[in-house]
């Protein structure tokens, strides 16, 4: 079956970097977009970026330009999000997904069929 399993979360202080990881199998990695969401306690999840299959094409929430990077390696099946500059507002679970779609860039969760638990990103003032 289809796993996506996060990794790298953790504890910083504002300003610090965490680098996140998601590591996939059971489906064929490199026909799919990989996003990452976040969701803090009470909120929705939200959209961070997304990455297209060959990793050449990237998008961001307006949040996260600038300071978040999206990468991806098809041979490892593996995705990564690096987080700079982090800010105490981006204290959330941070959960990978998988897009089947062939077109554009989605940024609603209900586009991902494939999601990973989750992994803690906790940055304190």
């Known amino acids: 079956q289809v796993q996506l399993v996060e990794s790298g979360g953790g504890s910083v202080q504002a300003g610090g970097s965490l680098r996140v990881s998601c590591a996939a199998s059971?489906?064929?990695?490199?026909?799919?977009?990989m996003g990452w969401f976040c969701q803090a306690p009470g909120t929705e999840r939200e959209f961070v970026a997304v990455?297209?299959?060959?990793?050449?094409?990237?998008y961001y929430a307006d949040s996260a330009k600038g300071r978040f990077t999206i990468s991806r390696d098809n041979a490892k099946n593996t995705v990564h999000l690096q987080m700079n500059s982090l800010k105490p507002e981006d204290t959330a679970v941070y959960y990978c997904?998988?897009?089947?779609?062939?077109?554009?860039?989605?940024?609603?969760?209900?586009?991902?069929?494939?999601w990973g638990q989750g992994t803690q990103v906790t940055v304190s003032s």
């Open positions: 997904a998988a897009d089947p779609s062939v077109s554009g860039f989605n940024t609603r969760p209900s586009n991902y069929n494939y």
């Open positions: 059971g489906l064929t990695f490199s026909w799919y977009k």
């Open positions: 990455i297209r299959w060959s990793g050449s094409s990237t």
